[in-house]
């Protein structure tokens, strides 16, 4: 015989509770009479939006400071020193996701061409299984063997093809050097994110460029950190790619009997530099390198331009105490020529003049502080004539054992502009002559996987490995919130009284640093249920839901957390792909630097407004929707006893899904470092109690219903 429970009180409460508010939403016909700017609460001249972001910038500075004081003790003496390189390799290891094993290259080389001086061949590495890398071997006309620099491209369309690419691989080559040019992922041939069903002349995404390939259809830039996001949700980076592809190419070199094994260099531009900094850091095989317009101080990335793509954040760096300066220092006392342009305006000069002299400080401590110099020619930013020149004479030094006069033309003219400073020389090779692949991208290759699709395999692989017994300490850690929160400081601002109910205008003291805004709703005749009311896009944007839920006798908080609505960023500084990845994607990659998520934050926000809730109702039940929604399930998950009953609203189905899109719109905001390692968002449904839990028009990663 089948046994009958009844329901509790509490249950039928909340039961009924859900029922209504079901009900309830689709009655949006009754508009409000209350206008938007009504209902601000913070005063406007106060800049809120600012307050969230400054305080954002004064933590990462703090920590900046952290890191310089932590520096002046470690660089006492040499031991000091080692156990600082030693701790920074160890991390940005761990940080990138380690790396994977080796694998057979089965290099091949599709293809030669004969230039003045030297020669190219066109070569496809197997870098990782069904998983290709396309690149130019130029070879000096000279007997062999040679030595060999890598040349990772910046973040250029055409990646190797492109102009100063080829005219310092080609500087080399005469002068007695291999160099070997690469695409990365996301540029050149190497493109993950193709649409096979359409042919177009210009990117989606900048309909003023033309495309390198008729299937791509997003600039590179948007590329990386798409697969930035993918990669962080496993606990990885992009950068572990590029590493990864840098090594491998390496490895190739050292297998040929024409290149000197032991004799190698890399030099790259901007996103080039960036790769460059990270292989001399990690890589002791390259002997001398040349990272050129990149370095500078994280402090003055933050306070100019704000950080850049996905793969140029390491996660919680700044919080650990690695620098940018920290690329150099961990290779020394290896051969590092800084390469800068004094009017960069992408990475700011006087945080490299800062780097550098950090940098050389650590070179002397260890004896060696003539393996570390700068070369900053008046120019903008780009791999100019003067730095192409200056790395193949240190190229040369270095790899080649002499000291040689180098001059990429014989006779500068008299003027002129900084277009023409870049290519007073002109490269040899359209992008189709130094094609690789049959079709002009690897993803069109029979069997290719991209790099969704391998982080997708690994995260099924973490899925299996985690362990059941999900707890809040692991929870606490993932995101990075609060152990334990205070009691909330809330400031009544101002009343306003309606027929039948009165909203309150009120504000949430965060950080000691900026208010949040909230909005409660007391009606005439409670009922003596409360709603959590939390909105992704603002508290203004339900109203006419909201003053229903409140005539039907409930108590409602509509209230925001940072960065939404009254304290939204990426206001005053222009954001990268801010259409495709949020207007607040610069503050986003900021506190990941800082090993911070947006989601911790805000789950935290969520259980400061649960905690003042439940002081006016002892039955609280919570709505979220959109930005709010996976805050508002850690807080559940976090907090089992703050609510009666949850609904969620427009919310991804798991992390996991993420991870495997190869297109995805706003999702930075949900990027959690590592977070497939411990859980995912169904874990937290089942934590957090899934008999009590309304999950409504769940979307997928571009934000479209499922």
Not at 32 to 42: I, M, R
């Amino acid at each position: 015989m089948n046994s009958v429970r009844l329901l509790t009180p509490k249950e039928i409460r909340c039961r009924a509770s859900n029922l209504l508010m079901r009900l309830l939403f689709p009655l949006l016909l009754a508009s409000s009479c209350l206008a938007a700017d009504e209902l601000t609460v913070l005063d406007p001249s106060s800049k809120p939006a600012e307050a969230f972001e400054n305080w954002l910038i004064s933590e990462f500075n703090k920590l900046c400071g952290k890191r310089s004081a932590a520096f002046e003790v470690m660089i006492k003496s040499e031991a000091a020193c080692r156990q600082w390189q030693q701790e920074r390799r160890k991390f940005f290891l761990e940080r990138i996701g380690g790396l994977p094993e080796r694998t057979p290259l089965n290099p091949r080389i599709t293809g030669t061409l004969q230039g003045k001086g030297y020669r190219v061949e066109k070569i496809i590495l197997e870098t990782r299984p069904s998983f290709h890398l396309t690149a130019n071997l130029y070879l000096p006309d000279t007997p062999p063997p040679w030595p060999a620099v890598l040349v990772p491209c910046g973040h250029s369309h055409e990646g190797k093809a492109v102009g100063q690419y080829q005219l310092i691989c080609m500087l080399l080559a005469r002068h007695g050097m291999a160099a070997m040019c690469y695409d990365p992922i996301g540029q050149g041939e190497r493109y993950q994110m193709l649409d096979l069903a359409k042919q177009r002349a210009v990117f989606d995404d900048a309909p003023h460029v033309k495309v390198p390939h008729p299937n791509v259809r997003l600039v590179c830039t948007t590329e990386h950190t798409m697969t930035g996001i993918s990669s962080a949700l496993i606990g990885a980076n992009a950068a572990q790619f590029r590493i990864w592809d840098g090594m491998r190419v390496i490895d190739y070199l050292q297998s040929r009997q024409d290149i000197l094994g032991g004799k190698i260099g890399c030099t790259g531009n901007s996103g080039g530099g960036t790769e460059t900094a990270y292989l001399m850091a990690l890589d002791e095989r390259i002997l001398a390198a040349a990272p050129g317009c990149y370095l500078t101080t994280f402090r003055r990335l933050i306070e100019t331009k704000g950080p850049q793509d996905g793969e140029q954040n390491i996660f919680g760096q700044i919080a650990f105490g690695m620098d940018e300066a920290d690329y150099c220092i961990m290779r020394a006392p290896k051969p590092t020529l800084i390469c800068a342009g004094t009017r960069d305006v992408t990475f700011d000069f006087g945080g490299t003049w800062e780097l550098f002299r950090d940098a050389k400080r650590f070179y002397s401590r260890i004896g060696h502080p003539d393996m570390i110099d700068l070369a900053a020619p008046d120019a903008p930013h780009g791999f100019t004539l003067q730095l192409r020149e200056a790395v193949t004479r240190f190229m040369a030094r270095h790899l080649l054992g002499k000291d040689i006069v180098v001059r990429e033309v014989t006779k500068l003219p008299d003027s002129f502009d900084d277009n023409q400073l870049r290519d007073l020389s002109k490269p040899d090779w359209t992008a189709e002559q130094l094609q690789c692949t049959p079709k002009g991208q690897v993803m069109l290759m029979p069997g290719e996987r991209s790099v969704f699709q391998i982080n997708a395999e690994t995260a099924v692989k973490l899925k299996t490995a985690r362990e059941s017994g999900l707890g809040p300490k692991t929870i606490l850690e993932a995101i990075g919130a609060s152990e334990t929160i205070a009691e909330p400081q809330v400031e009544s601002i101002a009343k306003i009284v309606r027929e039948g109910f009165t909203i309150e205008k009120l504000a949430l003291k965060a950080e000691d640093a900026f208010q949040l805004p909230a909005l409660l709703y007391s009606p005439a005749k409670p009922n003596g249920e409360a709603i959590l009311y939390l909105n992704g896009s603002s508290m203004k944007a339900d109203v006419s839901a909201v003053e229903q839920l409140v005539k039907a006798g409930n108590i409602v908080l509509a209230a925001e957390l940072r960065g939404i609505g009254e304290t939204e960023t990426g206001l005053r500084r222009k954001s990268f792909g801010a259409g495709r990845f949020g207007r607040d994607n610069l503050e986003i990659f900021t506190a990941y630097l800082m090993g911070k998520s947006y989601a911790g934050m805000r789950t935290d926000d969520v259980r400061s407004w649960a905690r003042f809730l439940k002081s006016k109702s002892p039955s609280v039940s919570l709505i979220a929707i959109g930005e709010a929604a996976i805050p508002a399930l850690h807080a559940a998950a976090l907090e089992r006893d703050a609510f009666d009953q949850i609904t969620l609203r427009r919310m991804i189905a798991s992390f996991e899904s993420l991870v495997g899109a190869d297109e995805t719109f706003d999702q930075t905001v949900n990027m959690v470092h590592g977070v497939l390692r411990h859980y995912d968002l169904p874990d937290l449904v089942r934590l957090a109690g899934q008999e009590r839990m309304v999950i409504e028009e769940p979307v997928d990663g571009m934000g479209r219903a499922r």
